[in-house]
Structures are given as C-alpha cells and as structure tokens.
C-alpha cells in the first residue's frame, strides 16, 4: 500500500502507525482479525484523514460560527463512564454549501477527543428532541456513522437516539443498513422514560427528564467538564479554609483506627520541605489504607504522575474511600501544579494547590466525604506549569502565578475513576506483597471479552445465514412439490 499510494498518506499517519501498536490492534479487533479487511480499512482510514487535513484542524481553520450552533459537542459520562458526542439535531440545518465544513467539524472533534484520551470510546448521542422533517439529512448522518465504522476503529460504545420522531422511522431503517450488523446492536431507542438506563440523570439537560445544568456556549472550546477547581476541604469556596467540624470529627475517628500508619507517615512528611507551612501541617494527613500501589506512571513533560490512568476507589460495601496520587518533578525548575474534578462536591484533597521542588516527589491524598461514593463518570484533572526561580510559593504568588501563565504552557493529564467491587480489596493496598499484581490485567480481560463477544457475533451471523439457506430450501422444496403435482394435475386432465 504504501509503495503505490504513499502520496495519498499524511507521513504523520503512516509515522504513527508503525509505533502506536494500540491504534493497529483497534483497527484489528474492529475487524474481527481479519488481516486483509484490516489493511483495506487503514488504507481508506489514512486516504480519509488526508482528505480531510484531519492532523491540521483546529479552531482556528473552522468557522466561528460551527462551534458556536452547538449541534456537536462533548459533554458528560454515560452510566459505563464512557464520553458522552452530542448531536442536537434540532441545530442542525441542510445546506450542501456548508457540509464540507460541517463535516471537518465531527472529524475536529473526534480527533481532539482522540488525542486528548488516547482513543477510548464514545457514546453517540442524537437528541432528536423538537426536530422534525426540515431536520433529516441522511448524508450527513450516514458520515457520522462511517466516521465510526471506517476511520475510527473499536471507538463506539453505543448510540443512543432521544425521542425520534416517526416521521423519520423511513429515515433511519436506511441508516441501519449503512451500520452493519455489528453496530446495529448498539442503537438504542429511547425517551424520557428510559433514556437512563444508559445515562444518569446528572448528565441528562432538563427536557431529558435530567438534572443537569450544562449549558452550551462558545467560547471557549467546551473541553471537559473540569471548570471547577477541587478545594482542599471539597465544595468550599476557598482554598484556606479550615475544615469543618463534622470533618474534623471523621478525621479524628479514622485517624483512630489507623494511629500506627499515620505516626510513620508523620515521620515521612516532616521531611518534605518543598512546601510551604500552611500545606505543611496538612501533610501529616494519614496515608489511605486501601490505595492503589501507582503500578503504571504516566511520563510528562513536567512531572510523572502515578498512577498514569485510574483513581481506585472502594464501593459502599467495601468501605475504601482514599487513594494516592504521586507527583514526580523532572525538571530544573518549580512546577506549579493544581487539581480539578467533574465532582467537586464529592471529593478532597490534600494539597490541591501547591509546588514541587526539582527532582523531588509529593504525595497527594484524594478523598471522598461521608456519604458519597466514587463512579466510573468522576474526573480528575492535573495541571502543572513551570514557574521562575525568583517567584515564591506562597499561596498569594500561586494565584497570581495561575492567572498569568498561558493555556500553551500549561501540562494537563487526566485520570478517570475505577471502582472496586470486590469485599476483598487487599491487593489494592499499599503493601509490599500488593505490588506484583499485573498492571494490564483488567485491559486485557477487556480485549479477550471484547473477542469473545466478536467470535459470539460471527458464530450468529453463521447461525442466522444456516437458517436462511434452510427456510430457501424448503420453499423451493414445496415449489417443486407443486410444479411436480400441477404436471400430474395437467397430464390427468388430457387423458380424460
């Protein structure tokens, strides 16, 4: 392929797709292992994302007003904790002048999600509310689905359709025949009174029957839902206050409990000095008992982080409510860094807004309140940026510092929640003999599930196609049945 076509590959792409083996297991897991249906589908991926300059939009190339109609965004977390694509179709006119750019607008977005979190996928979701005929264009439906089924490989979860009118159930038995039988399996049909079995209520707009106060505008860029910083103390309006005496008292309680661990880590934090006082004295919060060993780190250009992708959280039944994040600075220089979440009223942590020293590490204790439990759709957000030598690390010179450094300087990563079910959670400790648990063990369940629900499907096709020839045969039985006995009928009547 790339002998004879090499001038329709973007060299970025083909660069890409000798390293990043995860992009080609995609591509080969969506194709059932199939070599030869797998190279047809890069090639016509990689021709498509030439075509489109896919590697070269920004907002900056697209017209203001595309981001600013607000039929397409990424908004939220469906029950599964996958990202949530919203078309609102009801903003959506026909306009062959304006479908190219339409079109580079989806291949925008799923690009920008692509690279911001590494191709996990995507819940699809069409809110048909208050649409109607003016509304149907089947061609730009029809590349929204071939968005997914050609060039993004294994990145749809589902599509969920909200209250599609009837006028336009012509419409979409047509789409059906452009998905194929595998993703024809993820369309679901809902409305207000099921609409959340897939999505939760916190992330469904009111006219959904949700409670969520989302509304979209632009700019800027809707990125994420992290607009809320993550206060020390949870949902507080500012970062130095003190906690409050239910916290104290839960504190004091557990701290109880756990006395030994917490004298050692005293001993450990008393000789961190990259800090300043007032986050020193919140050092001393005691280590969770349950957290995560960081098994995998994520390797920034300012500082790794550990763990690189999940935050384990306990359910109500097993009782873990904190977990460890670790920061590792690798450069020359302070880093500034902060935390912001999707749930801020859930959650605290300790130090929130702080610096890390030069070639030092610092632990960062996540917590949730009483009463809360973590979910799959929690979000965190870690921001670091270097600072200058000459610029202290109080809190003043912090704040100041966050609102003068530019977006372009600024490292962000991301970590998403995963909670444990098990009533047993001792290999999540931090326990020496904890820290031999594989790291990819989960994804790899995963992928071997994802394969056996693949071969599971094949297995149907080939079942359904065996019926079919079996119900052909027998009506073609029974025509010769007839054939046979209309020529006895016929040789009969001569003869009389």
Avoid at 210 to 218: C, Q
Avoid at 434 to 456: G, S, V, W, Y
Wanted: with cysteine; hydrophobic share 35%; charged share 25%.
């Amino acid at each position: 392929y790339l002998l004879d076509k090499s001038e329709k590959y973007d060299s970025r792409d083909v660069e890409r797709l000798q390293q990043d083996d995860k992009w080609v297991e995609n591509y080969l897991i969506w194709c059932h292992d199939v070599v030869d249906d797998t190279l047809k589908m890069i090639d016509e991926s990689l021709q498509w994302r030439k075509e489109y300059t896919v590697n070269d939009l920004t907002e900056s190339v697209l017209p203001k007003w595309l981001f600013e109609n607000g039929s397409l965004f990424l908004h939220g977390y469906d029950k599964e904790g996958y990202k949530l694509f919203w078309f609102r179709v009801k903003h959506h006119t026909r306009d062959p002048k304006q479908q190219l750019e339409k079109k580079k607008l989806v291949a925008f977005w799923l690009e920008h999600y692509a690279k911001r979190d590494h191709g996990k996928p995507l819940t699809v979701v069409f809110d048909m509310a208050e649409t109607g005929i003016s509304h149907i264009d089947l061609d730009f439906v029809r590349f929204i689905v071939n968005c997914f089924t050609d060039y993004y490989p294994n990145f749809l979860t589902k599509i969920v359709i909200f209250e599609m009118p009837w006028i336009m159930n012509a419409a979409f038995k047509i789409v059906k025949g452009w998905l194929g039988p595998d993703a024809i399996s993820m369309l679901k049909f809902t409305n207000k009174s099921d609409v959340q079995e897939y999505i939760s209520g916190e992330y469904l707009p009111p006219h959904m029957g949700g409670t969520d106060s989302f509304k979209y505008s632009y700019p800027p860029l809707v990125d994420d839902d992290f607009q809320t910083p993550l206060c020390e103390n949870g949902p507080i309006t500012s970062e130095d206050e003190h906690e409050s005496k239910e916290e104290i008292d839960a504190d004091t309680k557990e701290s109880g409990e756990l006395n030994e661990e917490q004298n050692l880590n005293q001993k450990k934090m008393n000789s961190i000095e990259q800090i300043s006082k007032s986050e020193e004295t919140d050092k001393t919060e005691i280590k969770p008992k349950n957290a995560k060993k960081a098994l995998t780190t994520f390797k920034g250009p300012l500082l790794h982080i550990s763990p690189a992708e999940e935050l384990y959280f306990g359910s109500k039944e097993t009782g873990e409510k904190k977990c460890l994040i670790v920061l590792t600075n690798i450069t020359k220089n302070v880093v500034a860094f902060k935390v912001r979440t999707t749930a801020p009223e859930k959650y605290r942590v300790k130090p929130s807004n702080s610096s890390c020293e030069p070639g030092t590490s610092l632990d960062i204790i996540v917590s949730l309140h009483g009463g809360f439990a973590a979910s799959l759709q929690d979000r965190f957000l870690i921001m670091a940026a270097e600072m200058d030598q000459s610029s202290g690390a109080g809190v003043p010179e912090l704040t100041q510092f966050w609102k003068e450094v530019p977006r372009t300087k600024v490292m962000e990563h991301r970590l998403r929640c995963h909670v444990i079910e098990s009533s047993k959670p001792s290999s999540l400790t931090l326990k020496e003999n904890a820290f031999n648990i594989p790291a990819k063990t989960n994804e790899d369940l995963h992928i071997q599930l994802t394969r056996l629900l693949q071969i599971n499907k094949r297995l149907q096709e080939q079942i359904d196609r065996c019926l079919w020839f079996q119900q052909l045969s027998v009506v073609l039985s029974l025509l010769s049945v007839t054939v046979v006995a209309f020529c006895f009928y016929l040789a009969y009547t001569q003869r009389s």
